[in-house]
C-alpha cells in the first residue's frame, strides 16, 4: 500500500487503481458500520449531488476498506486557510452547496434525524434530568422533513476541485430538516471558534464572518426559516455533548441554557 496520504479517527486513506482511494478502517471499526456508511454513499450519488462514487468493500492486511472515487483537489478549509482574502467567495459556495442539497430526499434506507437527535440527548451524562427533557420536549416541537442533511456539513468537508466543490464523509447523514443541519454547521464552526481549536484571535474573527456571510447567503436561498433554525441551536448543542469532545462541553452548556 505505501505511505497513507491522509489518516482519520476511523481510517486512514492510500491510494488506489484506477483514480480511486482505500479507506481502511481500524480494526475496531466494525463492518456493519462501513457496509452503513456503503449504502449512504451510494444512495446520496444517485440523488445527483457532487459526492464521490463509492465503489465494493474489500480486505487488506485483515482489514477492511471501502473504495471510493479519487477527488483531485484540496479541502475548502485549506483553500481558505491559503486565501482568506477571498473569505466572501467561500462562504456564498458554501451556502450554494447546502441549499443545493437541502433540495434533495432519496428513498433509501438512511437514518431519521428526529430519532437520531433524541438518540444522542438521551445518552448525554452533562447535562441535569430537567434539561435533557427540556430539550427532548423541544426536537419534538420541530417539524421533521425529509431532505437529505450531511450532519457535519463545514469547510474541511468539501473538496475544491478543477471542476467542481465535492461534498465528502458522509457517514452521519440523514434524512430530515435543512434547518437542523444548518444549526449543526453552526454548532460545529462557532464551537472550534470558542476554543482552543482555533488558537488565533485573527482566525477566530475571521471564521466568525465567514460564518455568518455563509448563513446570510443560504437562508437568502432558501428564506423564511430563521426564526426555526434558532429554535434548532440549543437543542444540536445538546446533541453534540453526546460526542465525548472536553474542551467543548462547557461552551455547548451554554448554547443548551441559552
Not at 456493519?32 to 465503489?55: C, F, K, M, T
Not at 486565501?83 to 438512511?110: C, D, E, G, Y
Not at 427532548?136 to 416541537?141: D, R, T
Request: proline share 7%.
Amino acid at each position: 500500500l505505501g505511505a497513507p496520504i491522509a489518516y482519520g479517527r476511523t481510517a486512514e486513506i492510500y491510494p488506489w487503481q484506477d483514480n480511486q482511494i482505500l479507506k481502511l478502517f481500524h480494526d475496531w471499526f466494525v463492518l456493519p458500520n462501513i457496509e452503513y456508511e456503503q449504502r449512504i454513499a451510494q444512495a446520496v450519488h444517485a440523488s445527483g449531488l457532487p459526492v464521490p462514487y463509492v465503489g465494493e468493500i474489500v480486505e487488506v492486511n485483515g482489514r477492511n476498506g471501502l473504495i471510493y472515487q479519487r477527488v483531485a483537489g484540496v479541502s475548502m478549509l485549506e483553500k481558505f486557510s491559503s486565501q482568506p482574502w477571498r473569505l466572501f467567495n467561500f462562504a456564498r459556495r458554501l451556502a450554494a452547496l447546502h441549499a443545493a442539497m437541502h433540495s434533495k430526499s432519496v428513498t433509501a434506507a438512511i437514518p431519521n434525524q428526529h430519532q437520531r437527535t433524541a438518540q444522542k440527548i438521551k445518552q448525554v451524562q452533562l447535562l441535569p434530568d430537567s434539561l435533557r427533557y427540556k430539550m427532548l420536549a423541544a426536537l419534538k416541537k420541530l417539524p421533521p422533513g425529509n431532505q437529505i442533511c450531511h450532519g457535519d456539513f463545514h469547510p474541511d468537508n468539501i473538496m475544491v476541485t478543477d471542476d467542481a466543490d465535492v461534498i465528502i464523509d458522509w457517514i452521519d447523514a440523514t434524512l430530515g430538516n435543512p434547518l437542523a443541519d444548518v444549526a449543526r454547521t453552526t454548532i460545529i464552526t462557532l464551537g472550534a471558534v470558542a476554543t482552543e481549536q482555533i488558537p488565533h484571535p485573527i482566525v477566530k474573527l475571521l471564521i466568525r464572518l465567514f460564518h455568518k456571510l455563509y448563513l446570510r447567503h443560504y437562508f437568502a436561498l432558501r428564506p423564511g426559516g430563521e426564526q426555526e433554525y434558532a429554535q434548532w441551536l440549543p437543542v444540536i448543542a445538546a446533541a453534540r455533548l453526546s460526542e465525548n469532545i472536553p474542551e467543548l462541553e462547557k461552551w455547548l452548556i451554554e448554547q443548551v441554557e441559552g
